[in-house]
């Protein structure tokens, strides 16, 4: 008897279009257990739909039979909050948009879920008792600003229905990008800009992170280590100037103490780790001018062995 | 001898060079890693006889095997943030310990940095190859004086703005001739950084207890001053000029002027920048007198987006969302939102979290708004796992927990939510915003949720990642009295004593929960020692201040009046006549200590546990009281007492 009268509750609510208050009554319709009874007493004193019908009043009346008490001053009392409701709901009426003849499963179907979902009405029992609790709470303020958003409000798809319609989709074959006067990504104005989004606003959430940090700083290694790391000049400046310095010496007379003597100095030099290219072509112009200076004095002991040929013959 | 000295030479440096190249490849991992690839894959083309098909490269940083380790590591949920992690005993609980470490930490940082800065002396031997700028003194002399080009280019380098601008003026004072290019850079300084020296930059510790989020937009470009001179001066007015200086009287919120600019590129024919257009589509529009009128604005830059032949990307995108959630409160708005995400998808431009932060702003414009849209964006941002950027996304986040306890309540969404928000790490972010990001989840899962499942998240996140307020505090104590959690307020009366400022305001909300029903013997013996553990605080409290001077500066354990009753009603239901009977003498021998008036039930439990332990003196004193204070049942209690005790004349 229970489910029929729910299914008479379903019908009445779905006329007045209170949704929420019907799906909760099909909801509950799966369960039957003395709680419905309690919870179907507290949403009849909400309930609210144009007119107290014949129907609803029978319905009352079994309710009232139901529970234990004075039957007719429960009887009484819910038919005068029916009243109550009603005189709220018939001036709402007039601005709510009637729906298109609504079952219930249509209902179902569009109904949002405020707060439980019906999965969570079927697993969590205490939840039920809370639920009533709170929607006899919410329910008060709800009715109004449901008067408010009824007649604005239009269910969305997200990413559905009409689009601006100005760009069309980027065709596989589009034209090359036209170069403007100047790129953008080139000035000054980019540079700064990627400065400031670059620094970084929150601390670190782990070590790897900071380690990572401290090596866009440039205060960490790299990994893998490059033993290289930070010298920029020389690695522009191939192993093989560094070693092979014989051309230097190639206008250095071909024999004699000073050619061994500047052959050990490129010896020495081509093993040198620390000076750069051009230190090391220093270092040996260095002797030139000073074997130059000197040729007066060393003609007279070496001879042929002091002279510069005038141009370099590469060996 | 030569010749052969020349093809010696020759084969050495052939062979050599041969070897370096067979080092390179072998040390380049990559490739290594491609030949065992290729090892592995030609097996499973044992049957056929395809060409192999060799994997692209892919570039590895100097960073990138880090980067995959801190993919690997999650928060720990035991474990304070990483900035505050120390010793065990030091780890900060309450938001005062946690400020304080945080800030101290960034205070150290800018102390360094200012020893460094005020004697360079004491740090010019660098002996590091390579040289790590970082660690030395920054360079503040300029090399070059004197009003030419060269001074200026440096000035830009160094990012002196106000330098720049003096500098400028000399130049023009000097009618020296300045290069359009340094010219042009100097535009694009004055626009990014709004004729003002770079802001000073905070630590990270900092950005998260000092930042101060402004939501009022108030217009921060100065009308007539140097940029705009400059513009003016400026011999060519080229598209890259035009485009700086739109853009910078865009983002400083100077829209009137940004669009008198715009309008005079369009009429002279000047390209428009992509970028350009973003700002302007943002705040150039707020010139618009109604919101109709600002859409069509948006809508004809969009146009002429369209007519330059430019693309427009989720920035653009973004942009004009952003500009609907300007006009909010317009009916239409809602459509067009609709109506641009759909574009979007046409394109194939996935929308980001500040996209959808917009979305919502439009939505859930009014306080009761009540539309489905926030569960759509949520279960579309869980399902397809949109990027999340760390805490530059936290706006999102707080936005949508906002409107979800405003209005729509859904435990579910508010769950995604905190999942989604605490394993991408949003929640290192201001703490303004963390902290009513939880305090509002926190309440409606006490509201809506069982007991259980919020010890599950609280644990999660009490107390590192945020500690409760009195608010949270009473929500929490609801919840566990509805759902008779009673067995977690030892755990969650352990977790208080952390942060023991607020005690005062919910130790009233602990004990009464105590002694609401009478438990069995292990948790009630919980109870009672917590009992005593307050009675034994207040006392020494109360003797502690008299040997104070100054009293009010000791924040002291408050109880009233009620409290003790319910004090009483613990001690007695764990049947501890000693306790209870310390704590009814404290009461009568402190009557003005205590706040508010006694309640009875305490009182004829404690008389029936004096019955019980045959104590008729103390059963006397305590009905004494109770007529005293007006107390109801004490005519009972009294004929217990005569009943049930065997007394002597006096007594009687």
């Not at chain 2, 690997?72 to 943030?81: G, I, K, Q, S, Y």
């Amino acid at each position: 008897m229970s489910i029929r009268i729910l299914n008479n509750y379903c019908r009445l609510l779905v006329a007045g279009s209170w949704r929420r208050l019907a799906t909760s009554s099909i909801c509950q319709k799966g369960k039957d257990s003395a709680d419905n009874k309690i919870n179907k007493k507290e949403r009849n004193e909400d309930n609210s739909k144009g007119e107290i019908e014949e129907e609803l009043k029978s319905a009352v009346k079994s309710v009232a039979k139901s529970i234990s008490g004075d039957e007719k001053q429960t009887e009484r009392d819910l038919l005068q909050q029916l009243l109550k409701q009603t005189k709220v709901v018939s001036h709402s009426v007039s601005e709510v948009k009637p729906t298109t003849t609504p079952t219930s499963r249509d209902l179902l179907v569009n109904m949002t879920v405020k707060r439980f979902t019906e999965d969570q009405f079927e697993n969590k029992g205490k939840s039920r008792i809370k639920t009533t609790r709170n929607n006899n709470e919410n329910n008060r303020s709800g009715q109004q600003s449901r008067l408010v958003r009824e007649g604005a409000r239009t269910k969305y798809e997200l990413f559905e229905g009409p689009d601006l319609g100005i760009f069309d989709p980027p065709s596989k074959q589009s034209a090359p990008a036209v170069p403007g006067e100047y790129d953008r990504t080139k000035t000054l104005r980019h540079k700064l800009e990627e400065e400031i989004r670059a620094k970084s606003s929150t601390p670190p959430s782990n070590a790897f992170q900071e380690m990572i940090r401290w090596t866009e700083d440039e205060k960490l290694w790299t990994f893998p280590i490059n033993n290289e790391a930070g010298m920029k000049e020389e690695a522009k400046v191939g192993f093989h100037e560094h070693v092979f310095l014989d051309d230097q010496i190639a206008d250095f007379p071909r024999k004699g103490p000073i050619r061994h003597f500047i052959e050990l100095v490129v010896v020495g030099l081509s093993k040198n780790p620390y000076l750069s290219v051009s230190a090391k072509h220093e270092h040996i112009n260095w002797f030139r001018q000073y074997f130059k200076e000197k040729e007066p004095v060393l003609r007279e002991t070496l001879g042929d062995a002091s002279k510069f040929s005038e141009t370099a013959q590469k060996v | 001898m030569a010749t052969s000295m020349k093809s010696i030479r020759k084969v050495i440096l052939w062979n050599l060079s041969k070897k370096s190249r067979h080092f390179s490849t072998s040390q380049s991992h990559c490739n290594r890693h491609e030949t065992e690839q290729l090892k592995r894959e030609t097996p499973k083309l044992s049957g056929s006889t395809s060409e192999i098909v060799i994997p692209n490269r892919i570039p590895r940083g100097p960073t990138s095997i880090l980067k995959a380790l801190a993919s690997t590591v999650e928060r720990d949920p035991n474990a304070p943030a990483y900035y505050l992690v120390d010793d065990p005993y030091l780890y900060p609980t309450g938001f005062i310990p946690k400020k304080n470490y945080a800030l101290s930490k960034a205070a150290g940082k800018r102390a360094a940095k200012h020893i460094v800065e005020q004697h360079p002396e004491f740090f010019q031997n660098d002996t590091s190859h390579p040289k790590v700028e970082a660690f030395m003194p920054p360079k503040t002399e300029y090399q070059t004086t004197g009003a030419n080009e060269e001074a200026l280019k440096e000035r830009i380098e160094m990012r002196r703005v106000k330098d720049a601008i003096a500098l400028y003026t000399e130049i023009k004072l000097e009618e020296m001739e300045v290069s359009e290019e340094t010219l042009l850079d100097l535009l694009d300084l004055l626009c990014v950084y709004n004729n003002k020296d770079p802001p000073e930059e905070l630590y990270g510790e900092e950005t998260i207890y000092l930042s101060k989020h402004n939501r009022k937009a108030a217009k921060t470009w100065e009308d007539f001053t140097a940029a705009e001179k400059l513009f003016e001066d400026l011999p060519r007015k080229s598209a890259r000029a035009y485009n700086t200086i739109v853009t910078g009287m865009a983002k400083g919120l100077a829209s009137e002027n940004a669009m008198s600019k715009y309008n005079e590129m369009l009429e002279n024919r000047i390209p428009v920048d992509l970028e350009t257009f973003h700002h302007l589509i943002e705040y150039g529009t707020m010139t618009a007198d109604s919101h109709k009128e600002k859409w069509s604005l948006v809508t004809a830059m969009l146009h002429e987006l369209k007519n330059q032949g430019l693309q427009p990307t989720l920035e653009t995108f973004r942009c004009v969302l952003s500009a609907l959630g300007s006009m909010a409160s317009h009916q239409n708005s809602t459509h067009y939102v609709m109506k641009t995400l759909a574009e979007m998808k046409k394109l194939g431009i996935e929308p980001s979290l500040s996209c959808f932060a917009n979305v919502l702003d439009v939505f859930y414009n009014k306080p009761n708004d009540r539309s489905d849209m926030l569960k759509k964006v949520v279960d579309y941002i869980w399902e397809k796992k949109v990027p999340i950027n760390g805490s530059d996304d936290l706006h999102f986040f707080f936005l949508a927990m906002m409107k979800n306890s405003r209005t729509l309540k859904d435990v579910e969404i508010a769950t995604k939510l905190e999942v989604l928000a605490r394993k991408h790490d949003v929640i290192s972010g201001p703490v303004q915003y963390v902290s009513v990001f939880y305090s509002l989840y926190f309440k409606l899962l006490c509201m809506y949720d069982t007991i259980e499942h919020v010890m599950e998240v609280y644990n999660q996140i009490v107390p590192h990642i945020w500690m409760l307020n009195t608010e949270e505090y009473e929500e929490l104590f609801k919840a566990v009295e509805l759902y008779e959690g009673y067995q977690y307020i030892p755990q969650i009366w352990s977790d208080m004593q952390f942060d023991l400022m607020k005690l005062n305001d919910i130790v009233n909300l602990v004990i009464s929960s105590m002694a609401k029903v009478k438990h069995e013997e292990q948790l009630q013996n919980q109870f009672c020692d917590i009992a005593e553990s307050l009675i034994s605080r207040w006392i020494s409290d109360q003797q502690f201040i008299s040997t104070m001077r100054r009293p009010s500066r000791y924040l002291s354990l408050m109880l009233t009046a009620t409290g003790m009753g319910d004090l009483i009603t613990i001690s007695c239901n764990g049947n501890r006549f000693n306790q209870a009977w310390l704590i009814f003498s404290t009461m009568k021998d402190n009557p003005n200590s205590f706040e508010g008036v006694p309640s009875g039930p305490a009182f004829t439990s404690l008389v029936e546990l004096c019955i019980q332990n045959n104590k008729p003196e103390q059963a006397i004193d305590v009905v004494v009281y109770m007529c005293e204070h007006g107390l109801p049942d004490g005519k009972t209690s009294i004929e217990k007492i005569q009943t049930q005790m065997s007394l002597t004349d006096g007594q009687k």
